[in-house]
């Protein structure tokens, strides 16, 4: 069956640090892979998109790769922020099903 | 961006009540709408997608005939929680999307029986 794993320690980092996280999955080829925002209490903000021919996508202090073969993404918070501190979720999708599989979400925690 | 509200935000019910959640895109047409749940610490898990004019697509193990899903505009859905127990306490959250394959989330209501 389809598995997305994140870590589901806490990572914990200083301000200034840059913060990766990492979302692995096994038996599924998706066509696309979101990372999305959650604090706690709230639903999930939509961050970045990257898709199965794209290696890297990058937006102000976020990056995130997809590698098809190692069937991972990596999400890279430059320059991190007290602010950054919440669950990061990724989520893939294909395009026959519209519907997302979301992963468990790793919690961030930047320390001033 | 895309804004989607969710009403109410908050419900405490007695068991054996129904209680209906709205979800709305504001500033675009949803042609899919998703209902999912998410207990504490845990991921999100789709519920039953949903599209405009047509009947909810549920996910195994879902009730059709307990989570009623109404889609009957392309910025409405309706998710209603017929006969609510206590085990149904979770958090919802519906999300929207047009075109193209970014989903907008709303803020999520958080639903508790008594």
């Known amino acids: 069956s389809q598995k997305i794993e994140q870590n589901s320690e806490a990572l914990n980092i200083q301000e200034g640090k840059t913060a990766t996280l990492t979302c692995n999955y096994t038996n599924y080829s998706p066509a696309y892979l979101q990372w999305y925002r959650q604090d706690p209490g709230r639903g999930p903000v939509f961050l970045l998109l990257?898709?199965?021919?794209?290696k890297e996508k990058r937006k102000e202090r976020l990056k995130v790769t997809f590698d098809t073969t190692l069937k991972q993404s990596l999400f890279h918070i430059t320059a991190s922020q007290p602010a950054d501190s919440a669950t990061y979720l990724c989520a893939l999708g294909d395009t026959g099903r519209r519907a997302l599989t979301f992963g468990s979400g790793t919690r961030l925690q930047v320390q001033p | 961006g895309a804004v989607v509200s969710q009403h109410p935000s908050r419900v405490i019910c007695k068991s054996g009540t129904s209680v209906k959640i709205e979800c709305r895109s504001l500033d675009f047409q949803a042609t899919t709408m998703f209902w999912y749940r998410q207990f504490p610490k845990q991921s999100l898990m789709l519920m039953a997608t949903?599209?405009?004019?047509?009947?909810?697509?549920?996910e195994q193990g879902v009730e059709k005939d307990k989570f009623l899903i109404n889609h009957a505009s392309l910025t409405l859905s309706t998710l209603t929680v017929t006969s609510a127990h206590p085990e149904d306490s979770s958090f919802y959250i519906c999300s929207a999307r047009s075109a193209g394959e970014t989903q907008y989330f709303g803020p999520g209501t958080r639903l508790l029986v008594l």
């Open positions: 949903s599209n405009e004019g047509s009947k909810a697509t549920y």
């Open positions: 990257i898709r199965e021919n794209e």
